[in-house]
């Protein structure tokens, strides 16, 4: 059990370039969620997907982000027309099943100059 | 949409101090779980309470579950400079699956 892996751990990009991000859960877990976390504030849900079905997007979250989760296994969250807003860590984290502890990643911290 | 309010933002003690951080809803939870987030770090899981008035132990840190269901609270006896960091409370959202967060205490401990 290697953990939840996230890469990059830190990406800076200008505004308006695309971005995307990866994480790989723990092997076995079949719930993935992707949150966002601003200084001093706790996380704030995105998405979550139950193996490849996305099951929950935020209402907060715009259109230009999505995510992806193909085969169950990795997950990716790209953010389109990057804006200063969006910089933060987005943090992964998997679970085994419904109700259960989430394990997070180390998460990517986002710097939109 | 339901949301859980924590107590205090900031906390900062004395080593050796005890340290206590509330959350709180206006509905019912199923079920609260609380994390731990070093500086620097990301949140990790520390227990998850699931029945009215129940309390779990973890060495110096004890967790409540309201009889109601609609507050929580741990307690850390005697800080220790090890215990710096934000503590997050987090349920689920009644019938949704999603955790959501509270915004967390952040507790320093001078030495």
């Known amino acids: 059990d290697t953990g939840v892996s996230q890469n990059p751990r830190h990406k800076i990009t200008k505004r308006g370039q695309n971005v995307t991000f990866r994480c790989d859960p723990i092997?076995?877990?079949?719930?993935l969620y992707w949150y966002r976390q601003t200084l001093g504030q706790g996380p704030e849900f995105l998405t979550y997907?139950?193996?490849?079905?996305?099951?929950?997007k935020s209402r907060l979250l715009s259109d230009r982000f999505s995510a992806e989760r193909p085969k169950g296994s990795f997950s990716t969250l790209e953010i389109q027309r990057t804006e200063q807003g969006d910089s933060a860590m987005y943090l992964c984290?998997?679970?085994?099943?419904?109700?259960?502890?989430?394990?997070f990643g180390s998460g990517t911290q986002l710097s939109v100059l | 949409g339901q949301q859980v309010m924590q107590i205090p933002q900031y906390q900062h003690v004395q080593e050796g101090e005890d340290f206590t951080t509330y959350c709180n809803s206006s509905?019912?939870?199923?079920?609260i779980q609380w994390y731990k987030q070093r500086p620097g770090g990301h949140p990790v899981f520390l227990i998850q309470?699931?029945?009215?008035?129940e309390v779990k132990k973890q060495k110096r840190l004890t967790f409540q579950f309201g009889e109601a269901k609609k507050n929580s609270s741990l307690h850390i006896t005697a800080t220790q400079t090890t215990d710096v960091g934000t503590y997050f409370c987090?349920?689920?959202?009644?019938?949704?699956?999603?955790?959501?967060f509270g915004k967390g205490t952040k507790l320093t401990v001078n030495p």
């Open positions: 092997s076995e877990h079949n719930r």
């Open positions: 984290a998997s679970s085994l099943q419904i109700n259960e502890k989430l394990f």
């Open positions: 509905t019912t939870l199923s079920n």
């Open positions: 987090a349920s689920d959202q009644g019938g949704s699956e999603k955790l959501v």
């Open positions: 997907f139950q193996n490849e079905a996305q099951l929950e």
């Open positions: 309470l699931v029945k009215s008035g």
